[in-house]
């Protein structure tokens, strides 16, 4: 049974700093793996889809690398923003069975201004 | 463009009483459709998924049912509501391939008093 975790639970940056979300699965028979933000009491964005094939998405401000042998995934956030603040989940789409996503619960984040 | 719709986006019930929650996904043909519930301070629960018409697969035994009449509609439903059924209920779409990105509607604020 595919499990995913996120490390921190929660983070509290200043404006313009840098950082890193951690994502963690446990089966790397994956097709792919996706990163979304939550902003509370909202639907999903999804922000980065990592194809199994691929190491590494880039989207502006937002890169997504994808280390299937080790069951890990980054997501990089340049310059963070207030405006950044929100949940972030990554969610893999396993080959076990490709309708099913298993979510990771979130990492919160907070950008300081 | 792909669109997602969730009606009603806020909702206040009473313990015993019925629930439908619908879901419509506009601009694409036969897609994989989702419930997901989350809950406070937790992940997203996968409820049920429906790869067809009138195909559901369930993945958590509970008083709540889906249904898909439509290729396009996704219907979650309650003859008797619980206190534990309160939540964040999410709608979501993929496409039918094993390698698409997954969508998500607004979701509905579910408060069962």
């Known amino acids: 049974k595919q499990e995913v975790t996120q490390i921190p639970a929660a983070l509290s940056v200043p404006e313009g700093e840098n950082l890193v979300l951690n994502c963690s699965f446990t089966d790397s028979a994956i097709y792919n793996l996706q990163w979304f933000r939550q902003d509370p009491g909202k639907g999903l964005t999804s922000l980065l889809l990592?194809?199994?094939?691929?190491r590494e998405q880039t989207s502006g401000r937002l890169n997504a690398s994808l280390d299937k042998s080790s069951g890990r995934s980054t997501l990089y956030i340049a310059a963070s923003q207030p405006g950044d603040s929100a949940t972030y989940l990554c969610?893999?789409?396993?080959?076990?069975?490709?309708?099913?996503?298993?979510f990771g619960i979130g990492t919160k984040l907070q950008v300081i201004p | 463009s792909q669109t997602i719709h969730q009606w009603p986006a806020t909702l206040v019930q009473p313990v015993g009483s019925p629930l439908s929650l619908e879901c419509t996904v506009e601009?694409?043909?036969?897609?994989?459709l989702y419930w997901y519930r989350q809950a406070a301070g937790r992940g997203l629960q996968l409820l049920f998924y429906?790869?067809?018409?009138?195909?559901i697969s369930s993945e958590v035994p509970q008083n709540l049912s889906a249904s898909r009449p439509q290729d396009r509609q996704f219907i979650l439903s309650s003859k008797k509501l619980l206190l534990s059924d309160s939540g964040f209920y999410l709608c979501a779409w993929r496409g039918a391939r094993a390698f698409s990105e997954q969508y998500f509607g607004p979701g509905t604020r579910l408060t069962v008093t």
């Open positions: 429906s790869v067809g018409i009138g195909q």
């Open positions: 969610a893999v789409s396993s080959s076990g069975g490709y309708q099913k996503v298993t």
């Open positions: 601009g694409t043909s036969n897609p994989n």
């Open positions: 990592i194809q199994s094939s691929q």
